[in-house]
């Protein structure tokens, strides 16, 4: 699995690669409800379809965040690089101060807990926004599959120790949660600033580079596909404005690199990476 380190002023990062999975063209052509298959798949052209899960940690004046926890050690194949990206950074998981949830897809958060029903990153602190507990606590009591009233079981069991927060909160200095609702009701990115340098953490404000021209496209996935297409376009036109680094969760690792607009569209600027 790959790190890429990096530094936002005074503040240590790396995006961790969780694994890359692959997305068969038929499964992410499906994806777009609103569109036409033979439209997605233009848009898709020769492309490999995007999978690589990109995880955020930052060193903050000595305070760890992880942002989200990926599939963990038991997860599929292939996954599992966000422990082994952390002993690469010589960092074990009870070394980890804040474990910051953006949302509670099972990509972001089936690497929790231990078998055994225990959090992998005991000493932490556990962060997220009180929309997103909200709907998966009422999600997965509502539901009868097994999975879902295990993780029902295990997040309440650790309520005590989740911190509820809000847009525009600072968890630690400089790093600051920012409102991305659509994807799921309580969908939140992180903002790290320093020294005049800016990273946004857009998790999964989209899935695919082409839709970045096709943003009014509708995702599968997302809670309020109506509302992910207006956070989308506002938050994309952001990171134009401001000229800022971005990172998404689901492009090609590391995910980083910064948005453009040509004739219109919204173009990505991928940063290079030499592993």
């Not at 961790?16 to 409800?33: C, K, N, T």
């Not at 422990?83 to 950074?89: P, R, T, V």
């Not at 207006?230 to 990171?239: A, D, F, K, S």
């Amino acid at each position: 699995m790959s790190v890429h380190q990096l530094t936002i002023g005074d503040i240590e990062c790396a995006v961790l690669q969780e694994g890359a999975a692959f997305m068969d063209r038929e499964s992410v052509i499906a994806r777009y409800p609103n569109v036409e298959p033979a439209d997605v798949a233009a848009a898709l052209g020769d492309s490999e379809p995007s999978g690589s899960l990109n995880l955020l940690y930052i060193n903050s004046g000595g305070t760890r965040i992880l942002a989200d926890v990926g599939f963990g050690a038991d997860g599929p194949a292939g996954m599992g690089g966000t422990l082994k990206g952390l002993a690469e950074l010589r960092l074990s998981p009870a070394e980890i101060d804040i474990v910051f949830l953006t949302h509670f897809h099972s990509d972001h958060i089936a690497g929790f807990f231990t078998p055994a029903g225990e959090p992998v990153y005991g000493n932490a602190i556990f962060v997220t926004m009180q929309a997103e507990w909200d709907e998966w606590m009422g999600r997965w009591a509502a539901s009868g599959a097994e999975a879902d009233q295990e993780n029902l079981a295990r997040f309440k069991a650790q309520q005590d120790r989740f911190q509820f927060v809000s847009a525009g909160d600072e968890i630690a200095p400089g790093v600051t949660v920012v409102d991305l609702i659509g994807h799921t009701l309580g969908h939140a990115g992180l903002l790290v600033e320093s020294g005049g340098e800016r990273l946004l953490h857009v998790v999964d404000l989209l899935h695919q580079h082409f839709q970045f021209a096709n943003i009014d496209w509708h995702f599968s996935f997302d809670t309020d596909s109506v509302q992910a297409v207006q956070t989308r376009r506002r938050v994309l036109q952001q990171c134009v404005d401001e000229e800022i680094l971005t990172l998404f969760y689901h492009l090609d690792f590391p995910g980083l690199g910064k948005v453009t607009r040509e004739g219109g569209a919204f173009v990505w600027n991928p940063t290079e990476f030499k592993s």
